[in-house]
């Protein structure tokens, strides 16, 4: 899939607020003091420009989210821009609202479910601060909490079923897999699968820096980027060590699937990719610009936020360098 190449560079006029976001159709950004623009990732042309709102934007197919920081959320038509509602939630904050369990969850001072065709206010809750996405599933809303909780809520009503201390703040939003694990990296040197129902721990794996970015499942593992400048596979069921792969420098986040490959890229300005089973790395691209927000995946191409106030779509060479591939490490648990 490597070299990527540009397939199209658009200005956003102003710096970028993380995270860009796609229904699928279209790429969103916003931009400060510039709103937010919808582009067509085909030609990085824009669809539609609303100049007055900003904020944390999120999306899923049909439906565009923003977030301002008192807690003001709208739901736009993806296909325009045009408001469909607005809700205030009093949740004063600058993560992106994410859609769990049906419910539109949004955390910062406080948290709160919104009914995601409506706007209707469907329970709120006087929890800690929020440092992390809100995560989850049918099991349970995940909150990653200022004072080092992961706190599990019903999605149904709020009310809290359980709750893990950490010794500092997790920095990662968590991932619950399809077999009721909740699986999270720590600020504290840990990679941790719990039991969803009750947060009790099933393993640990024990690294040499913290984990900043969200994990990825990919089939029966789970694959997350350390500070330490590592890329690891972790079996999921027993915590034993699937593969791990060097990078040049830090993470920016946690990797991203892009079809069979894992996308990494760097606090600096590399884009990296994996075999997604085997780890075997395919190459990497070096930006003009360091990264702004972290990449997502539109169809066929990359996208991404840089700091020089564009948005770049990258697009897969459908060959590998064969030159480029490496042999990553591998190992069981110690």
């Excluded at 420009?49 to 038509?77: I, K, M, N, Q």
């Excluded at 600058?94 to 539109?104: C, T």
């Amino acid at each position: 899939m490597f070299p990527l190449t540009f397939s199209w560079v658009a200005p956003t006029e102003g710096r970028l607020i993380p995270p860009l976001a796609t229904d699928g159709v279209r790429v969103f950004a916003a931009a400060q003091g510039q709103g937010v623009r919808a582009f067509d990732p085909g030609t990085g042309a824009i669809v539609w420009r609303d100049p007055e709102r900003e904020g944390a934007l999120s999306a899923t197919p049909g439906a565009l989210y923003l977030r301002e920081p008192d807690g003001l959320v709208w739901r736009l038509d993806p296909t325009n821009g045009a408001p469909l509602w607005s809700a205030h939630t009093g949740v004063a904050g600058e993560l992106p609202p994410a859609l769990v369990a049906g419910r539109l969850v949004v955390a910062g001072e406080g948290v709160a479910a919104l009914d995601p065709g409506s706007g209707r206010s469907l329970w709120e809750a006087d929890a800690g601060s929020s440092v992390a996405p809100p995560a989850g599933g049918a099991a349970c809303v995940l909150l990653s909490e200022a004072d080092g909780s992961l706190r599990c809520r019903n999605p149904a009503s709020g009310t809290e079923i359980w709750r893990r201390r950490f010794d500092t703040p997790l920095r990662a939003a968590p991932v619950l897999d399809d077999s009721g694990r909740v699986l999270v990296g720590t600020a504290d040197r840990q990679f941790v699968a719990l039991r969803a129902r009750d947060g009790k721990q099933l393993w640990r794996w024990k690294l040499g820096a913290d984990v900043d970015g969200a994990p990825v499942v990919v089939g029966d593992e789970v694959v997350f980027a350390s500070f330490e400048n590592v890329l690891w596979s972790l079996r999921r069921g027993s915590g034993n060590l699937a593969w791990r792969e060097g990078l040049p420098t830090r993470p920016l986040e946690g990797p991203r699937l892009l079809g069979p490959a894992l996308i990494v890229a760097t606090r600096e300005n590399q884009v990296l990719g994996f075999d997604a089973r085997s780890g075997r790395r395919l190459g990497q691209m070096e930006l003009e610009a360091e990264l702004q927000a972290a990449p997502i995946v539109v169809a066929d191409l990359l996208v991404v936020g840089l700091r020089d106030r564009t948005v770049a779509a990258l697009a897969m060479n459908q060959r590998p360098l064969e030159s480029e591939l490496s042999t990553p490490e591998r190992g069981t648990r110690p």
